[in-house]
């Protein structure tokens, strides 16, 4: 099983950016996938989850500028960023749960200069 995340970078605050996750080795569509991000010096922190059928849920403080989707066919993971803020710089990483055991991408770094 692996998980590929991308689409990270440094963009202004007020910027958006759509991060990706492939996923390969499991049967995507039937997997709930998260998205965590870890900023620097801190903990890595759940940010957003998506269940197999389509249901959605976030961190309260970032509803409404997070959005989590997926592609079943393309068996691809999204986090949508809008509006981003210096304070979620961070390395985001998209994980599941593979046979009782935790799965993780190489995360990718996300940097919003003020």
């Known amino acids: 099983v692996q998980l590929q995340a991308s689409g990270g970078g440094l963009v202004q605050a007020g910027g958006s950016l759509r991060l990706s996750c492939k996923a390969s080795?499991?049967?995507?569509?039937?997997?709930?996938m998260d998205w965590y991000r870890q900023p620097p010096g801190n903990q890595r922190e759940w940010v957003a989850g998506?269940?197999?059928?389509?249901?959605?849920n976030y961190v309260d403080a970032l509803k409404g500028r997070f959005t989590v989707s997926r592609d079943n066919v393309r068996r691809m993971l999204y986090l949508q960023i809008d509006r981003l803020k210096p304070e979620d710089t961070a390395v985001y990483y998209c994980?599941?749960?593979?046979?009782?055991?935790?799965?993780w991408g190489q995360g990718t770094q996300v940097t919003v200069s003020s």
């Open positions: 994980t599941t749960q593979y046979s009782g055991a935790d799965v």
């Open positions: 080795g499991i049967n995507f569509k039937l997997y709930t």
């Open positions: 998506i269940t197999s059928s389509g249901s959605t």
